[in-house]
């Protein structure tokens, strides 16, 4: 009879475990799976979401619904998720702001742990851009004009903590006599450049570049870690001599804390090989956007290094959110 008793609890055991590892590994999804854009629609981490939802939904085999919540720097969307479910139906489509938002915000209504890092997606590269009447082609130069302005080089950005205000804190750095002037998004900030009511900025490569290629803007530098695909006569800054002007606007996938691990790997697995398909780079580089393919852990390792280098001028810079 115990013999008996033993074998039934065993056998039920399996089963179970077995039921729970088909449920996750095999029936998972079993409906369309959505994912958050914490930005309005058109911008690059919405074009770069939307690439790739195509992608991954063919191989999920359900389709991936893309649900924009714009707000806040990002805070919105990025709350909504980290406060989901987290039962592999719901997934952040991250940028800069995931890393950044807490270093500049005392009043974050959710802690970075509560997003999972799965995977990166692609990067559109910032591209340092000045209104043409501004006498300067490259770093050396325009660090060299800014020197002779009595106020410096006023320089647009998206806000407190955005990426032009990195690549301003970055210039800074190098030497750049810089004055911050915050507008509400990146193509305000651009639209005041091509106004000359700004000289300079920084924005996402499929922001910048139709303007530069029309002669509207003029392109200084990419910051992006190599050169621009779509754009290749473009130097890095690391080119011209300046290797601590580095950052993109790029996108990553993140899930809610807690969504089980079997999930996380395997939409971690569909994501690589889609991001690593042709046909999503087909659709990323003519546009100036750089595929980034690779494991969770090396996007792990780069959101902990982001973090140690931004916290870093963050903090310098005494960077607060805007009021």
Not at 5 to 12: A, E, P, Y
Not at 241 to 265: D, N, R
Request: proline residues 8%.
């Amino acid at each position: 009879m115990r013999l008996e008793r033993l074998l039934l609890s065993t056998c039920v055991a399996i089963a179970t475990l077995f039921s729970a590892t088909t449920a996750v590994g095999v029936d998972w999804p079993d409906r369309p799976v959505k994912w958050v854009v914490p930005f309005g629609p058109g911008g690059a981490n919405d074009l770069i979401a939307r690439a790739a939802a195509e992608a991954v939904g063919k191989r999920l085999g359900q389709p991936i619904i893309i649900e924009n919540k714009p707000g806040a720097g990002a805070i919105v969307g990025a709350e909504y998720v980290a406060k989901a479910k987290p039962d592999g139906y719901t997934w952040l489509i991250g940028a800069a702001g995931v890393v950044t938002n807490s270093m500049i915000r005392t009043d974050m209504p959710y802690p970075d742990s509560a997003l999972v890092p799965v995977g990166m997606i692609a990067v559109a590269p910032s591209v340092i851009a000045v209104n043409p009447a501004v006498p300067a082609s490259n770093l050396k130069e325009l660090i060299a004009w800014s020197k002779t302005q009595p106020n410096g080089v006023d320089w647009a950005t998206a806000g407190a903590g955005s990426t032009p205000h990195f690549v301003a804190e970055m210039l800074r750095e190098a030497g750049v006599n810089v004055t911050i002037v915050p507008y509400k998004s990146g193509g305000e900030g651009v639209t005041a450049v091509l106004s000359n009511t700004v000289p300079a900025t920084s924005e996402a490569s499929i922001i910048v570049l139709p303007q530069v290629k029309a002669g509207k803007l003029k392109a200084i530098a990419t910051t992006y870690t190599k050169r621009i695909t779509a754009y290749d006569t473009l130097p890095t800054a690391k080119e011209q001599g300046y290797p601590g002007i580095e950052i993109g606007h790029w996108a990553g996938l993140f899930a809610p804390k807690g969504t089980p691990a079997a999930i996380v790997e395997r939409m971690s697995r569909e994501l690589e090989a889609a991001v690593r398909s042709a046909d999503f780079r087909d659709k990323m580089v003519p546009a100036g956007i750089e595929p980034e393919p690779g494991t969770t852990a090396q996007f792990v390792a780069f959101i902990t290094a982001e973090r140690n280098r931004l916290g870093r001028l963050a903090k310098k810079a005494n960077m607060q959110a805007d009021k």
